[in-house]
């Protein structure tokens, strides 16, 4: 039988897969939080991998833009801050998986931007108060198309991006705190990964804000780029 809605549900979030006309369809979107020694130290919350755990925020999938869209500029911010970020996709379901068998889940990856309203974020952070306003932005969270790749672990490989033709960011993600496989490890030990997850894996440093006009070009070596026009003020 089929079931019948009050009205009509909200599309199904997707985004567009190198070399096949199907779409991917999102399931959640994770976050980590502070996975590069050196954007740890700028945001002034430097990590010991020895005596912390990974942390994760989370972004709904209705936040999801595709690359190459132009974004209003949010409303109840004046920092609205680039992240450019590696992006896991999950393409098998997965609980309490070990380390050595990660890539077992793996679908492929993308490349991302995890927009942040810095300002509201600070305030929050440093008032004990939840990241949601600061993080889960309407056209927030920002992917390029997905790049199959089952199975494959990525360990190294150039991560930039430029603002204007100017270089913001530029490291390399063989500098993540927790790789790709402590990454799906410690998540999975939380939640029952699925198909169509995504998991933005952390920005390096170099971050910083945007205005109205920029237009942001980010690539990663071996994935493949993302760009996002910023437009005026919502
Ligand atoms: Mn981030």
Redesign the pocket.
């Known amino acids: 039988m089929t079931t019948s809605y009050l009205w009509t549900p909200a599309a199904v979030r997707s985004l567009p897969i190198r070399g096949r006309a199907e779409r991917l369809p999102i399931n959640r979107i994770f976050?980590?939080?502070r996975n590069y020694h050196a954007h740890a130290v700028e945001m002034g919350k430097p990590v010991d991998k020895s005596q912390q755990r990974p942390f994760y925020f989370t972004k709904s999938p209705q936040a999801l833009v595709d690359s190459g869209a132009t974004v209003a500029y949010p409303p109840q911010t004046g920092n609205y801050h680039h992240?450019m970020?590696l992006v896991l996709v999950v393409g098998k379901p997965g609980f309490r998986v070990k380390q050595e068998d990660a890539h077992t889940i793996i679908y492929g990856y993308a490349c991302g931007l995890?927009m942040?309203r810095r300002d509201l974020q600070l305030v929050a952070r440093d008032q004990g108060k939840p990241w949601d306003l600061a993080k889960d932005i309407e056209q927030g969270a920002i992917c390029s198309e997905v790049v199959p790749m089952e199975g494959v672990v990525l360990e190294h490989g150039a991560i930039e991006l430029s603002v204007d033709g100017v270089t913001k960011q530029k490291s390399d993600i063989d500098k993540l705190i927790w790789n790709i496989r402590e990454i799906i490890a410690d998540l999975s030990q939380f939640y029952h990964l699925e198909p169509g997850d995504l998991i933005?894996t952390?920005?390096p440093d170099g971050v910083g804000p945007v205005v109205s006009g920029q237009r942001l070009e980010g690539r990663i070596e071996g994935v493949g780029e993302i760009t996002l026009q910023v437009g005026p003020a919502a």
Request: hydrophobic share 10%; with cysteine; aromatic share 10%.
């Open positions: 976050c980590v939080g992240e970020e995890d942040t933005y952390g920005t």
